[in-house]
Structures are given as structure tokens and as C-alpha cells.
């Protein structure tokens, strides 16, 4: 018996685990009711189409994202181990010990070719990431060297999530992790 009443927050948060586990193109606004408990018309109540509630999933993980993962970056309370230790532990939950890796990553490369619609909000995350990466590096380069660290960085952990998921073996995000203490020795 589908639920009367849930909110907006609800049907993002139940989205985001949905869409993280089938896809963007293998997620249905039929899904996403079945697993929120309520009618597809309750989805429409809230959300014009699949599009918009993706929308709302990626601005929501952004969020979760600022707060619980890029902060232990920028913290100045800790040094830069303790920084690393915190953000990498966040890092193992949301990318590994989930089902899905990374969905800002998945998406983009699942709609890239066929939908722009989401490259703004994914942009968003990645900038905001790459500053907090940079923040770190900067405790040790200049910040130009930094910069560049973030983006390498970065991508090298995309890839290293990617084949985790593939081989299904967390030796290659232990190697990256490994690489963030070598680089700020």
C-alpha cells in the first residue's frame, strides 16, 4: 500500500540510493515511486520529470559532500594527516563500501553524449572538489603546483574507483590513497 504522505527530501534521498545502484537511463520515475512507497503522481507532485529529481539527487550529494567530505580537507583544526586520515576514511563509505562508486562520475559518463543538462551541477561538484583537494597541497606547495595536484589527484581516484568497481578489488583506491600521504610527506 503506497505511503500518503512523504516529502521532497524523502523521495531525493530514496532517489539518490536508486539512481546510484541502476543508472540514470535504468531508473524509471515508476522505480523510484515503487521504492519511495507512493504513487508516480506523488513523484510528479514534487518533481516536473526524471531529469529534475536527478537534479535535486546530485544538488543533494554536493551538499552531503561539502559537508561531510570536502570539510576534512579545509579543516584548520587538524594538520595534514589527520586531514587525509578523516577524508579518506569519509571517502572508503561513499565510494566503496556503497553500492554504485561515485555517482557524479557515473552519470557524466553515462549522459554525457545525450544530455547536458546535468553537466553544470556535476562542474559544481568537482570545482568545489578540487579547491578542497588544493587546500590541502597548499599546506606544502604553492598554489598553482596545488591546483594541479587537485586535478591529478582527482582524476587518478575517479579511475582507481572505476576499476575498484570493475575488478571488484580495493587494491587500486588503496594505491591512490596511499599516493595523497606520499605526496604530502
Not at 540514470?24 to 521504492?35: C, D, F, I, P
Not at 519511495?36 to 503522481?41: L, N, Y
Not at 587537485?150 to 582507481?160: T, Y
Request: neutral net charge; aromatic residues 12%; hydrophobic residues 40%.
Amino acid at each position: 500500500m503506497p505511503k500518503i504522505i512523504i516529502t521532497k527530501q524523502e523521495i531525493v534521498e530514496k532517489s539518490y540510493q536508486v539512481f546510484r545502484t541502476r543508472g540514470y537511463h535504468n531508473t524509471s520515475m515508476a522505480l523510484v515511486a515503487k521504492e519511495c512507497e507512493i504513487f508516480k503522481s506523488g513523484l510528479y507532485h514534487y518533481f516536473s520529470s526524471k531529469e529534475e529529481l536527478m537534479n535535486e539527487v546530485l544538488l543533494y550529494v554536493h551538499e552531503l559532500s561539502h559537508d561531510g567530505l570536502f570539510s576534512y580537507l579545509q579543516n584548520q583544526k587538524f594538520d595534514s594527516k589527520q586531514r587525509i586520515e578523516k577524508f579518506l576514511e569519509k571517502l572508503k563509505v561513499v565510494h566503496l563500501r556503497q553500492t554504485g562508486g561515485c555517482i557524479f562520475g557515473n552519470i557524466i559518463l553515462e549522459t554525457a553524449n545525450n544530455n547536458d543538462n546535468f553537466s553544470e551541477v556535476i562542474q559544481g561538484y568537482f570545482d568545489e572538489y578540487k579547491v578542497a583537494l588544493a587546500s590541502l597541497f597548499e599546506l606544502k606547495f604553492e598554489k598553482v603546483e596545488s591546483n594541479q595536484l587537485a586535478i591529478d589527484w582527482l582524476q587518478e581516484l575517479e579511475g582507481a574507483i572505476m576499476f575498484s568497481r570493475l575488478y571488484n578489488d580495493n587494491k587500486y583506491t588503496e594505491k591512490i590513497h596511499k599516493k595523497l600521504y606520499k605526496i604530502m610527506a
